[in-house]
């Protein structure tokens, strides 16, 4: 009988697993390369702050990402803390993703920083075979990007996934067919997919809390304990059994984007400008996807922390504006409760692949929805100016399931390729300096905010490819001082 890591073995299917290692902090260290060695924590720095990732110097200290950030900063009070660039983690990401289709025409982005492979030339390879292929990806990676990235394979996208795991940081670990249940036994249950604090206490209960003693279970037991469908397919996982393919995912079904606010908004006034500026990052990943959606969503929440959400679905797809703001205010007015308004957030969703055929677009009247000539009135609202945008914070997927607070966290709807991860825009040109913003000037080049206050702003100069830079110190007016496009701090122009 063969062997399924022989050379030829049909059977010898191999996945691997590409995950970069703490992304959104390790490209802050690559771009700053002052801080590559120190503890960095990406997220928003205000009072509701929540860490969005965080550097492996700072997790030796118990930082972690979806922590909150006052937390993570009194465990790790040394640690420099960055507002994220999304713009930036974007353009990297596409990269990554760019060298993994190159080397694997079966491709399946679960987020902006990892990824499925399934290469059609790996099938019925020997271990070492994969582990070459491996080790080449990584090093393509990082010659494209940079940054160090850790890869796994095994039979399958659950193997794949844990040996990348076993990999961090910055390693490959390949789990030959043979030894898979000698790596999976051990490992406790909850680092099998789907197996959360519910059902991971559930086991406990019975006295399960390895994979291996999850396997060696009758499936009839774990199916009572997790139900049907979920007790079926975990105690299949744990024995090794996953044929799940790897497959591009599906677009996203809503696109959402919210805030929490670093103190309540107590007047309607405030309401509505927070709920323009969120309909302003929403509207721009509508329009990038080339899509128009029916159903605008609003969800707030109060100080108190309960959750209230309105709906409304119009006749026919749009994706104006104008429309977008007047449906969402007018849904926050019925959300907000009484008290304090903690969180805004606005979906849209029921997609069409193009906005409607006529020259019109649906629009809110008193009489309800009316069609209004699509060039009078639409594209921005009353008063905003659409380079003036609040940044974007986008959720982050892998570093930690949580959301950024402030100014506004954009969600990916679960399925989203890591290509739709929405591009950082700055707040207005004349908004006082803040630490960890890019910065040109003439003589100096590209820089960064260390520290800004009382008029006066200090900045390190220095990008991924001039190593540690020095610093000066200039009047928050200097003319010469310009905001900088985050790229140039990866790839400076010329």
Same mark, same amino acid.
């Given at each position: 009988?063969?062997?399924?890591?022989?050379?030829? &073995? *049909?059977?010898?299917?191999?996945?691997?697993?590409?995950?970069?290692?703490?992304?959104?902090?390790?490209?802050?260290?690559?771009?700053?390369?002052?801080?590559?060695?120190?503890?960095?924590?990406?997220?928003?720095?205000?009072?509701?702050?929540?860490?969005?990732?965080?550097?492996?110097?700072?997790?030796?200290?118990?930082?972690?990402?979806?922590?909150?950030?006052?937390?993570?900063?009194?465990? $790790?009070?040394?640690?420099?803390?960055?507002?994220?660039?999304?713009?930036?983690?974007?353009?990297?990401?596409?990269?990554?993703?760019?060298?993994?289709?190159?080397?694997?025409?079966?491709?399946?982005?679960?987020?902006?920083?990892?990824?499925?492979?399934?290469?059609?030339?790996?099938?019925?390879?020997?271990?070492?075979?994969?582990?070459?292929?491996?080790?080449?990806?990584?090093?393509?990676?990082?010659? !494209?990007?940079?940054?160090?990235?850790?890869?796994? *394979?095994?039979?399958?996208?659950?193997?794949?996934?844990?040996?990348?795991?076993?990999?961090?940081?910055?390693?490959?670990?390949?789990?030959?067919?043979?030894?898979?249940?000698?790596?999976?036994?051990?490992?406790? /249950?909850?680092?099998?997919? %789907?197996?959360?604090?519910?059902?991971?206490?559930?086991? #406990?209960?019975?006295?399960?809390?390895?994979?291996?003693?999850?396997?060696?279970?009758?499936?009839?037991?774990?199916?009572? /304990?997790?139900?049907?469908?979920?007790?079926?397919?975990?105690?299949?996982?744990?024995?090794?059994? =996953?044929?799940?393919?790897?497959?591009?995912?599906?677009?996203?079904?809503?696109?959402?984007?919210?805030?929490?606010?670093?103190?309540?908004?107590?007047?309607?006034?405030?309401?509505?400008?927070? /709920?323009?500026?969120? $309909?302003?990052?929403?509207?721009?990943?509508?329009?990038?996807?080339? #899509? *128009? &959606?029916?159903?605008?969503?609003?969800?707030?929440?109060?100080?108190?922390?309960?959750?209230?959400? !309105?709906?409304?679905?119009?006749?026919?797809?749009? #994706? +104006?504006?104008?429309?977008?703001?007047?449906?969402?205010?007018?849904?926050?007015?019925?959300?907000? %409760?009484?008290?304090?308004?903690?969180?805004?957030?606005?979906?849209?969703?029921?997609?069409?692949?193009?906005?409607?055929? *006529?020259?019109?677009?649906?629009?809110?009247?008193?009489?309800?929805?009316?069609? &209004?000539?699509?060039?009078?009135?639409?594209?921005?609202?009353?008063?905003? =100016?659409?380079?003036?945008?609040?940044?974007?914070?986008?959720?982050?997927?892998?570093?930690?399931?949580?959301?950024?607070?402030?100014? /506004?966290?954009?969600?990916?709807?679960? @399925?989203?390729?890591?290509?739709?991860?929405?591009?950082?825009?700055?707040?207005?040109? =004349?908004?006082?300096?803040?630490?960890?913003? +890019?910065?040109?000037?003439?003589?100096?080049?590209? @820089?960064?905010?260390? %520290?800004?206050?009382?008029? #006066?702003?200090?900045?390190?100069?220095?990008?991924?490819?001039?190593?540690?830079? !020095?610093? $000066?110190?200039?009047?928050?007016? =200097?003319?010469?001082?310009?905001?900088?496009?985050?790229?140039?701090?990866? !790839?400076?122009?010329?």
């Amino acid at each position: 009988m063969s062997s399924p890591d022989r050379p030829g &073995a *049909a059977a010898a299917r191999w996945v691997l697993h590409l995950d970069m290692d703490a992304f959104f902090a390790s490209v802050e260290q690559l771009t700053r390369p002052t801080l590559a060695d120190r503890p960095v924590l990406v997220g928003g720095a205000g009072p509701r702050g929540v860490v969005a990732g965080a550097s492996y110097q700072a997790r030796v200290f118990g930082a972690r990402s979806a922590m909150p950030m006052g937390q993570a900063r009194r465990r $790790c009070p040394h640690a420099t803390v960055l507002p994220p660039r999304f713009g930036l983690y974007k353009a990297i990401s596409e990269e990554v993703m760019g060298v993994l289709a190159e080397f694997s025409p079966v491709l399946e982005p679960v987020s902006v920083d990892e990824a499925f492979i399934e290469p059609p030339g790996l099938a019925g390879a020997a271990p070492e075979a994969v582990q070459d292929f491996g080790a080449r990806l990584r090093a393509a990676v990082r010659e !494209r990007t940079g940054l160090p990235a850790s890869v796994g *394979a095994g039979s399958g996208k659950q193997i794949a996934k844990i040996a990348s795991e076993l990999a961090k940081p910055d390693g490959l670990r390949v789990v030959p067919h043979a030894d898979q249940q000698a790596v999976l036994d051990p490992l406790p /249950v909850r680092s099998l997919w %789907g197996i959360g604090p519910v059902s991971g206490e559930a086991l #406990r209960r019975i006295g399960i809390e390895t994979i291996g003693q999850l396997a060696a279970m009758d499936g009839r037991e774990v199916t009572g /304990v997790l139900g049907s469908a979920m007790g079926t397919e975990l105690h299949r996982l744990a024995r090794g059994i =996953d044929d799940r393919p790897v497959a591009p995912r599906g677009a996203a079904k809503q696109i959402s984007a919210e805030t929490t606010f670093d103190t309540d908004l107590t007047a309607m006034s405030a309401v509505h400008a927070a /709920v323009e500026s969120i $309909c302003v990052a929403v509207h721009r990943r509508l329009v990038a996807d080339g #899509r *128009a &959606a029916r159903t605008v969503t609003v969800k707030a929440r109060t100080g108190d922390f309960v959750t209230h959400t !309105r709906s409304e679905t119009t006749p026919f797809p749009s #994706r +104006d504006l104008s429309t977008l703001v007047a449906v969402a205010r007018r849904l926050a007015d019925t959300a907000v %409760g009484e008290g304090g308004v903690r969180l805004l957030g606005v979906s849209v969703s029921g997609f069409g692949d193009e906005p409607p055929l *006529a020259l019109f677009d649906a629009v809110p009247s008193a009489q309800g929805w009316r069609a &209004a000539p699509a060039g009078s009135g639409g594209g921005e609202p009353a008063g905003s =100016d659409p380079v003036a945008a609040v940044p974007i914070v986008g959720r982050p997927d892998t570093e930690g399931r949580g959301h950024v607070s402030a100014p /506004v966290a954009v969600e990916a709807a679960a @399925g989203v390729p890591a290509a739709d991860l929405p591009v950082h825009r700055e707040q207005a040109a =004349d908004r006082p300096w803040r630490a960890g913003d +890019d910065v040109d000037h003439p003589d100096h080049g590209h @820089g960064w905010v260390q %520290g800004a206050g009382h008029g #006066r702003v200090t900045v390190r100069f220095e990008t991924a490819l001039t190593g540690p830079g !020095r610093t $000066c110190t200039f009047d928050a007016a =200097d003319p010469q001082l310009s905001r900088a496009d985050p790229l140039r701090s990866w !790839r400076p122009a010329g």
